[in-house]
């Protein structure tokens, strides 16, 4: 339904399927062996380094018409294929003074609906978007050669959908997102890990309740591209843009 939002827990390594590999092909073995070190400044020429992208097998005839049937497809396809953290997406919001500020976070909820991630409202990403509430997802699963970004407004999931999936984090998260005063400047590791211990002494015998300034924020979709690679740079990139209750597609130069 439209309305329940699927929950990504941690996936059980699954066989990859016939024709997906875990390994970069020939063809795409980045040229690490390429690249040269400078005499003087004994660093990698970082112009050397290539990745020459020709995996086969998908085109954009394959895409779905809704978009994210299609996200959640390659999310699917990414943990099925035992991708590295395939549920990584690097996130990117903006500060007060007007700056990018980018970091990964854990796609923990996908349907019609948008994406959704979790973090306390009082970190760096909290309150900027409580300030200004837009974002930016970008996925980059690599051994298959893809790339998502999504971008749109963003808002805050209901209690109920907050509770239950802390509800379903391991205990020493659960204590971490009460000790943690997070994106706030720390002194020393001590303080961390004494406040670790007051709250696991306050909640011992009991389940940890969800704190009141930690939960999640749904990116609610008006853009989202799909970049998926060809040789010679020559790559496919589909735009489905929201209109009015669709979406319009179209194709961009690489």
Same mark, same amino acid.
């Given at each position: 339904?439209?309305?329940?939002?699927?929950?990504?827990?941690?996936?059980?390594?699954?066989?990859?399927?016939?024709?997906?590999?875990?390994?970069?092909?020939?063809? @795409?073995?980045?040229?690490?062996?390429?690249?040269?070190?400078?005499?003087?400044?004994?660093?990698?020429?970082?112009?050397?380094?290539?990745?020459?992208?020709?995996?086969? @097998?998908?085109?954009?005839?394959? $895409?779905?018409?809704?978009?994210?049937?299609?996200?959640?497809?390659?999310?699917?396809?990414?943990?099925?294929?035992?991708?590295?953290?395939?549920?990584?997406?690097?996130?990117?919001?903006?500060?007060?003074? &007007?700056?990018?500020?980018?970091?990964?976070?854990?796609?923990?909820?996908?349907?019609?609906? &948008?994406?959704?991630?979790?973090?306390?409202?009082?970190?760096?990403?909290?309150?900027?978007?409580?300030?200004?509430?837009?974002?930016?997802?970008?996925?980059?699963?690599?051994?298959?050669?893809?790339?998502?970004?999504?971008? &749109?407004?963003?808002?805050?999931?209901?209690?109920?959908?907050?509770?239950?999936?802390?509800?379903?984090?391991?205990?020493?998260?659960?204590? @971490?997102?009460?000790?943690?005063?997070?994106?706030?400047?720390?002194?020393?590791?001590?303080? $961390?890990?004494?406040?670790?211990?007051?709250?696991?002494?306050?909640?011992? @015998?009991?389940?940890?309740?969800?704190?009141?300034?930690?939960?999640?924020?749904?990116?609610?979709?008006?853009?989202?591209?799909?970049?998926?690679?060809?040789?010679?740079?020559?790559?496919?990139?589909?735009?489905?843009?929201?209109?009015?209750?669709?979406?319009?597609?179209?194709?961009?130069?690489?």
């Amino acid at each position: 339904s439209t309305r329940s939002s699927t929950t990504l827990a941690r996936a059980t390594p699954r066989r990859i399927p016939t024709g997906i590999s875990s390994r970069p092909n020939d063809a @795409g073995r980045r040229a690490v062996n390429s690249a040269k070190l400078s005499s003087e400044a004994m660093h990698v020429d970082l112009t050397a380094i290539r990745t020459d992208y020709a995996r086969a @097998g998908f085109s954009e005839r394959d $895409l779905d018409p809704s978009p994210m049937k299609q996200l959640e497809k390659w999310v699917d396809e990414a943990v099925v294929a035992q991708h590295p953290e395939p549920t990584a997406m690097t996130l990117a919001t903006v500060t007060a003074a &007007g700056d990018p500020a980018a970091r990964i976070v854990l796609l923990k909820g996908l349907d019609t609906r &948008g994406l959704v991630f979790y973090t306390g409202y009082e970190s760096d990403k909290g309150q900027q978007l409580a300030k200004s509430p837009r974002a930016c997802a970008c996925f980059f699963w690599v051994l298959l050669e893809w790339q998502a970004r999504v971008s &749109g407004s963003v808002v805050k999931v209901d209690r109920a959908e907050s509770e239950a999936y802390f509800a379903s984090r391991a205990r020493a998260s659960q204590l @971490g997102a009460w000790a943690s005063d997070q994106s706030r400047e720390m002194l020393q590791r001590h303080d $961390l890990e004494r406040r670790v211990a007051e709250v696991a002494a306050r909640f011992e @015998g009991t389940s940890v309740p969800r704190p009141p300034y930690w939960s999640g924020f749904r990116v609610v979709p008006d853009r989202i591209e799909f970049w998926h690679s060809k040789p010679g740079r020559l790559h496919e990139r589909t735009v489905y843009q929201r209109d009015g209750d669709g979406w319009r597609v179209t194709s961009l130069y690489p």
